[in-house]
């Protein structure tokens, strides 16, 4: 696993130094996708959109430099609060995935242009239980809706992209219904801003970041919108 819960921080860090300390190339490319044909219908009011797709990390990283994401926190959906720490999550076998929670305005960026971000550059899609150098299931790629028709946009989006086969195997990514979002340990929130020369970051995740900018230049902003700025105006 990438961190084991029986490790403390700091020795978590240091094994991951000694596993990545050399890095040539990010673990994951991006894949230039067609936008969605079908998106969710114009809203009023912020709206939400809960995300897996492996390590919280480097998907709260992507959409924290998205235009019009008003914030991105990293945490667990698929399994129930009392099992909704990180320490029982990394075992398997909560039903869990490490999620991200996307609060976002409709009126600068919509919801099929999230799942268009989602797919083509914070994580590949065709991976099953697992997400670069991370497995098991509390990695997979996983989209909770939390409307019909946030589920009917992102069904009717994985049948276009398998059927254009602009990937090179199957889109692995399971549709269900949020039942609830907790959301993670204050120290993984903002871990791709605060700690960007960590290996496993710089490795994995920065590219993410720079894939953003280069493929939707119109919807990447520089400064990231961080969970503990949002707190700090709350």
């Excluded at 696993?1 to 673990?27: C, E, G, I, K």
Aim: hydrophobic share 40%; glycine share 6%; proline share 6%.
């Amino acid at each position: 696993m990438r961190r084991p819960a029986v490790l403390s921080l700091l020795a978590a860090t240091t094994a991951l130094t000694l596993a990545f300390a050399a890095p040539t190339r990010a673990a994951e490319d991006a894949v230039v996708i067609p936008a969605p044909a079908v998106d969710v219908a114009p809203a009023s009011g912020i709206q939400t959109a809960v995300i897996a797709g492996g390590c919280f990390w480097g998907v709260q990283g992507v959409f924290q430099h998205t235009a019009g994401v008003v914030n991105a926190v990293s945490g667990y959906a698929g399994g129930t609060k009392a099992t909704a720490d990180y320490q029982t999550v990394s075992s398997g076998r909560t039903g869990h995935a490490e999620s991200v929670e996307i609060k976002y305005d409709p009126k600068k960026i919509s919801y099929g242009k999230i799942l268009q971000i989602y797919f083509s550059v914070a994580h590949d899609p065709t991976q099953l239980n697992r997400q670069g150098p991370d497995t098991g299931p509390q990695y997979r790629s996983a989209i909770f809706t939390t409307s019909d028709e946030q589920k009917k946009v992102a069904e009717a989006y994985i049948a276009q992209l398998n059927g254009a086969k602009v990937f090179s195997k199957p889109i692995a990514t399971k549709v269900g219904a949020l039942e609830a979002f907790y959301p993670a340990e204050a120290y993984h929130q903002d871990y791709l801003t605060l700690h960007p020369n960590q290996p496993y970051i710089a490795y994995n995740d920065l590219p993410k970041v720079e894939n953003l900018k280069k493929l939707f230049a119109d919807n990447y902003i520089e400064k990231p919108t961080l969970v503990s700025a949002s707190k700090a105006t709350n």
